[in-house]
């Protein structure tokens, strides 16, 4: 069993920056899919940022070039640091994980994940 725990979410203005971790335990994060969400009211829910085991990231065109994630092996986390914060990227941001899944030709990541965590707010002011 897979447990996320997310942290470091909070208050800021316009332009700047918080980085978001995500504790995992159960599995090691360096062989999992994973990925960054986000959900803001009366929106549906938009995945964020994807980081898979051979390192391969993606990016949703909302953040491309000012959000970042990555991990540390030795802590079993996951990040994503976020600059030049928008309002627009107010909502409550979930880590997610699951496993590699063997495909016919090559192992691949699936887009729906099993392992998510509780979630953390970001709320950025004009």
């Known amino acids: 069993q897979v447990q996320l725990v997310e942290s470091g979410g909070g208050s800021v203005q316009s332009g700047g920056s918080l980085r978001l971790s995500c504790a995992a335990s159960g599995k090691a994060i360096s062989a999992s899919c994973t990925a960054w969400f986000r959900q803001a009211p009366a929106k549906e829910r938009e995945r964020v940022a994807t980081?898979?085991?051979?390192?391969?990231?993606g990016y949703a065109d909302s953040v491309k070039g000012r959000f970042t994630i990555s991990r540390d092996n030795a802590d079993n986390t996951l990040y994503l640091h976020m600059n030049s914060l928008k309002p627009e990227d107010t909502a409550m941001y979930y880590c997610?994980?699951?496993?590699?899944?063997?495909?016919?030709?090559?192992?691949?990541?699936?887009?729906?994940?099993?392992?998510w965590g509780q979630g953390t707010q970001v709320t950025v002011s004009s």
């Open positions: 980081l898979k085991p051979d390192g391969t990231t």
């Open positions: 997610a994980a699951d496993r590699l899944r063997q495909g016919m030709i090559a192992p691949y990541c699936s887009s729906e994940y099993n392992y």
